[in-house]
């Protein structure tokens, strides 16, 4: 069975920096993108960060220049650097993995809490 592990959310200054972590376990074969959601209170899960196999990642606007997605393919692991964090940041963020042969899993997700 997958399962992926969220870690690295946690409460931080207006301006400050973390790095969220998401690893897949389970009989895993392979995976293709790996992106990263957020859902704040009372707003749509909103796609932030997307990363392809081959490297090749996406933004959100919002968090274009702060935001860095990154993975280590040996590791099963996908990253999400974040720097000059806002409060308007502050979600619960969510990993998705979409698994060869196997389809899309979730994380249960991580909360990010800016304050200013």
């Known amino acids: 069975q997958v399962q992926l592990v969220e870690s690295g959310g946690g409460l931080v200054q207006a301006g400050g920096s973390l790095r969220l972590s998401c690893v897949v376990s389970?009989?895993?074969?392979?995976?293709?993108?790996m992106r990263w959601y957020r859902q704040a209170p009372g707003k749509q899960r909103e796609l932030v960060a997307t990363?392809?196999?081959?490297?090749?990642?996406d933004y959100v606007d919002s968090v274009k220049g702060r935001f860095t997605i990154s993975r280590d393919n040996a590791a099963n692991t996908v990253y999400l650097q974040m720097n000059d964090l806002k409060p308007g940041d502050t979600a619960v963020y969510y990993c998705?993995?979409?698994?060869?042969?196997?389809?899309?899993?979730w994380g249960q997700g991580t909360q990010v809490t800016v304050s200013s």
């Open positions: 998705n993995a979409d698994v060869v042969a196997q389809g899309s899993y």
């Open positions: 389970g009989s895993i074969f392979g995976m293709n993108a």
């Open positions: 990363i392809t196999s081959r490297g090749i990642t």
